[in-house]
């Protein structure tokens, strides 16, 4: 049975940092980019950063660049996503999802899914 699953959420005031992680098992992801997206109260899920699982390449959305760095730990089999000078506007449900990887400007259909993970930056 394949399974993500997604921890390290929390409640953290504005410009804090968070570290997410998301353990993947069940099959390998050679494949694969693992990808972050989030939700907040309202608005649409977002795509916020993706690794390719082969190789590492790494693609961030315009709001995170330069303050969110996605890594894989391959020993681990896991995802992280380290999330420094948090705004309030990150607030949101992070999960990270599992998508056959065709370049990152492609769209992919996503697989596996996580259940998410809930960050709250307080301001």
């Known amino acids: 049975q394949v399974q993500l699953v997604e921890s390290g959420g929390g409640l953290v005031q504005a410009g804090g940092s968070l570290r997410l992680s998301c353990a993947a098992s069940?099959?390998?992801?050679?494949?694969?980019?693992m990808d972050w997206f989030r939700q907040a109260p309202g608005k649409e899920r977002e795509f916020v950063a993706g690794?390719?699982?082969?190789?590492?390449?790494?693609y961030y959305a315009d709001s995170v660049k330069g303050r969110f760095t996605i890594s894989r730990d391959n020993a681990k089999n896991t995802v992280n996503l380290q999330m420094n000078s948090l705004k309030s506007e990150d607030t949101a449900v992070y999960y990270c999802?599992?998508?056959?990887?065709?370049?990152?400007?492609?769209?992919?259909?996503?697989?596996?899914w996580g259940q998410g993970t809930q960050v709250t930056v307080s301001s």
């Open positions: 999802a599992a998508g056959r990887f065709r370049g990152w400007g492609t769209p992919r259909q996503y697989d596996y």
């Open positions: 069940g099959r390998t992801f050679s494949n694969y980019a």
């Open positions: 690794i390719k699982w082969s190789g590492g390449s790494t």
